[in-house]
């Protein structure tokens, strides 16, 4: 058996790619357009690995309601070079840090669609630094 991919399903995909691209710093591998089926597939991987490992679907048809985030689904995990840098730089692009990374190990946001994403220092904790080490939770993770 082999690992694929986890699915989210995006309501804007423009912002969901400005998200997970040019702010937590994903790379897209692949994608599809399906006008048949009215939907697109994009395949996302962290940088370097290139194989997929979130497919992104937006279907072309607005939903009635924003799609609900089962109890089941848990969170995206990546391992990063530099969580100080990456929140610094999800703050810039306007992404509330719901966790920050006071430990100067684990952080989590959520993207636009409200899929929560955890992201660990690579290596382990770096020394707590202003102005995670003070900054509070926000909302839910």
Request: one cysteine or more; proline letters at 8%; a negative charge.
């Amino acid at each position: 058996m082999k690992y694929l991919h986890t699915m989210v399903r995006v309501t804007d995909l423009d912002a969901s790619l400005n998200f997970y691209c040019n702010l937590l710093g994903l790379e897209v591998v692949g994608r599809r357009d399906y006008d048949a089926g009215r939907f697109t597939l994009v395949f996302l991987s962290a940088p370097g690995d290139g194989a997929a490992q979130v497919e992104l679907t937006y279907n072309w048809d607005p939903e009635p309601q924003p799609y609900g985030i089962g109890r089941a689904f848990g969170h995206l995990a990546y391992e990063v070079d530099d969580i100080y840098g990456l929140c610094a730089r999800l703050m810039a692009g306007g992404v509330t840090i719901n966790r920050p990374p006071r430990d100067g190990r684990m952080a989590f946001v959520r993207s636009p669609d409200r899929i929560s994403i955890e992201l660990l220092q690579k290596g382990g904790a770096r020394p707590p630094q202003e102005p995670w080490a003070s900054m509070p939770n926000t909302g839910e993770w």
